[in-house]
């Protein structure tokens, strides 16, 4: 039995991420198998997560004033039937449709689980960190195991992995605590007090530094490729930045309360902007092993950092709306609009598009640092 909160969310953590250590690194490489160019990828990717900018702070409204078990339960049935439904589909406008369907639902899961974990650790329940972190371990496993089956099998295993993936997580929105995904009641239209000039500042500096990471999510894995490295060592370079990235969030919690929620998060923009200045240059195996481990940075930390500056600033009954419009605006517009960028790049420059990413990453540490200047000098 999985008695304690603690283990219930890790099981989310987990399941949702088999998914996304598949999809991640190898969607694109899926894509292509049925005819898709670069510039195609991009834009079906880029269509996908700005559906998710009107999709995703509309399932948080109703999260908080609704059972968000039940939701969560919908949201994935959604998802793992749109991946279903992807099995026999070739045309492009076909795939959009269903690609966006299946990836919305499922994006949508991710504001709502990290609502609930976050809501446990304000309330002294759990460590944030040891809890995601099991997400990560999921990751590697995910990545380990689809590199090695794809070195076997052929591309079409990449959904059939995905699907089975999902329905696991079906499973694993079953176990949510209940008292801690139950209904929050928050006033209709108290949202808006969330379109304040300061936590639309904080969610532009998160926004630059995830965002840079579009070209690396979306192209990573083929430009690697071209450079002539194998599916395994490739899937091996993926884990080894989540390996530092679980380092992060294991020994992150004094962290933040050293260093504060916007430091970090400043933090991780500048290692990102390191990591992609240098990884455009880079092409040899063992100078691509030491810039993954900037990935503690570039998403650990800035992730680590907005998580709890969220539970910091955002009240408790509007917790799940403010974690969507994060999603909304971090995940959906930022890398909306970064990897709609990204496809034309790569396809102009190759691994020099990851000099945009690299200004990025400095701009959002820029307004990170900004932010809490301007947080102290109004505590003084």
Request: proline share 3%.
């Amino acid at each position: 039995m999985l008695a304690s909160p603690a283990a219930r969310l890790a099981l989310f953590y987990g399941a949702t991420f088999l998914a996304a250590g598949v999809q991640l690194p190898f969607w694109p490489v899926w894509l292509k198998s049925r005819g898709l160019g670069a510039s195609e990828i991009g834009l079906l990717l880029a269509v996908g997560i700005w559906i998710k900018v009107a999709a995703t702070p509309l399932v948080g409204i109703v999260a908080d004033r609704m059972n968000r078990r039940r939701l969560m339960i919908g949201l994935a049935l959604l998802s793992l039937c749109a991946y279903l439904l992807l099995l026999p589909a070739h045309d492009f406008l076909g795939l959009l449709l269903l690609t966006t369907l299946a990836t919305t639902s499922a994006a949508s899961l991710g504001p709502l689980g990290e609502n609930a974990t976050l809501s446990a650790s304000k309330a002294g329940k759990l460590d944030y960190g040891r809890v995601r972190l099991w997400g990560s371990l999921s990751f590697i496993v995910a990545v380990l195991g689809s590199g090695y089956l794809l070195s076997e099998g052929g591309s079409d295993l990449i959904l059939l992995l995905i699907a089975g993936a999902s329905g696991l997580t079906v499973l694993a929105c079953f176990a949510i605590p209940g008292e801690i995904a139950g209904r929050k009641g928050a006033r209709p239209g108290a949202w808006r007090a969330l379109l304040g000039a300061r936590h639309l500042l904080f969610l532009g500096a998160a926004l630059l530094v995830q965002a840079s990471h579009s070209v690396y999510y979306a192209f990573g894995t083929l430009y690697w490729s071209a450079q002539g490295f194998s599916s395994a060592t490739i899937a091996w370079l993926w884990v080894e930045g989540v390996v530092a990235e679980i380092a992060l969030f294991f020994w992150g919690g004094p962290l933040v309360r050293r260093i504060g929620p916007l430091r970090l998060l400043a933090l991780g923009g500048a290692g990102g902007a390191l990591r992609w200045a240098a990884t455009g240059f880079v092409i040899d195996l063992p100078t691509l092993a030491v810039l993954q481990l900037f990935h503690a940075l570039s998403f650990g930390a800035s992730h680590l950092g907005a998580m709890h500056q969220l539970a910091r600033t955002v009240p408790a009954e509007q917790s799940a709306t403010g974690q969507a419009l994060y999603s909304a605006s971090v995940s959906g517009f930022g890398f909306g609009f970064a990897t709609l960028l990204s496809g034309p790049l790569y396809a102009a420059y190759g691994g020099r598009a990851y000099l945009a990413m690299a200004g990025m990453a400095a701009g959002g540490a820029l307004l990170a640092l900004l932010l809490n200047r301007r947080d102290s000098a109004a505590a003084k």
